[in-house]
T-cell receptor, first 114, second 109 residues
Framework: EAGVAQSPRYKIIEKRQSVAFWCNPISGHATLYWYQQILGQGPKLLIQFQNNGVVDDSQLPKDRFSAERLKGVDSTLKIQPAKLEDSAVYLC????????????FGPGTRLTVT | GENVEQHPSTLSVQEGDSAVIKCTYSDSASNYFPWYKQELGKRPQLIIDIRSNVGEKKDQRIAVTLNKTAKHFSLHITETQPEDSAVYFCAAGFNKFYFGSGTKLNVKP
């Protein structure tokens, strides 16, 4: 079974630039999560999708972050414009159905904002 | 929303000793409690999980206990080995999912 795929793996941008991350979940997984993990901290949930609907985006900074999951499969997370404090690893995860099933994580995208 | 607190933030044990990490949660609706291990530069990986209809679960050297009344759950690692050194995260979920802040475990040979 293929795992969760993410790209790019690394990205360096200057502040005020924009960036986009892509995630392809495990086939058949209805729930997709985007997390932000700042060095030394636990993953912070940014947004949770159930199929192509949003379950929770309460911690997503909506003035600069946006995410979509068209057709309930792949997802993209965008930051525009980026700030220095956005430097982190962005993890995508998927689970079979909802928050009571095991989450499988992708390798993450390490973002550095200079 | 849910608030998951995890203690201690760092834990250092001698090889062969036991390690215990504790978490508390606030949302009584939470019914799924996984534990993840994250090695440096790698993705979190599930090591054990427990659901609210079970009080304890064991898998070789790892066990998790859950007290729903008190809203706390714990990870127990026995006979620790250097390869257990990593950051461990607890989490709680029902409709939504929240992680604790992590415990850095160092097992000294």
């Amino acid at each position: 079974e293929a795992g969760v795929a993410q790209s790019p793996r690394y990205k360096i941008i200057e502040k005020r630039q924009s960036v986009a991350f892509w995630c392809n979940p495990i086939s058949g997984h209805a729930t997709l999560y985007w997390y932000q993990q700042i060095l030394g901290q636990g993953p912070k949930l940014l947004i949770q999708f159930q199929n192509n609907g949003v379950v929770d985006d309460s911690q997503l900074p909506k003035d600069r972050f946006s995410a979509e999951r068209l057709k309930g499969v792949d997802s993209t997370l965008k930051i525009q414009p980026a700030k220095l404090e956005d430097s982190a690893v962005y993890l995508c995860a998927s689970s079979l159905w909802g928050a009571t099933y095991e989450q499988y994580f992708g390798p993450g995208t390490r973002l550095t904002v200079t | 929303g849910e608030n998951v607190e995890q203690h201690p933030s760092t834990l250092s044990v001698q090889e062969g000793d036991s390690a215990v990490i504790k978490c508390t949660y606030s949302d009584s609706a939470s019914n799924y409690f996984p534990w993840y291990k994250q090695e440096l530069g790698k993705r979190p990986q599930l090591i054990i999980d427990i659901r609210s209809n079970v009080g304890e679960k064991k898998d070789q050297r790892i066990a998790v206990t859950l007290n729903k009344t008190a809203k706390h759950f714990s990870l127990h690692i026995t006979e620790t080995q250097p390869e257990d050194s990593a950051v461990y995260f607890c989490a709680a979920g029902f409709n939504k999912f929240y992680f604790g802040s992590g415990t850095k475990l160092n097992v000294k040979p």
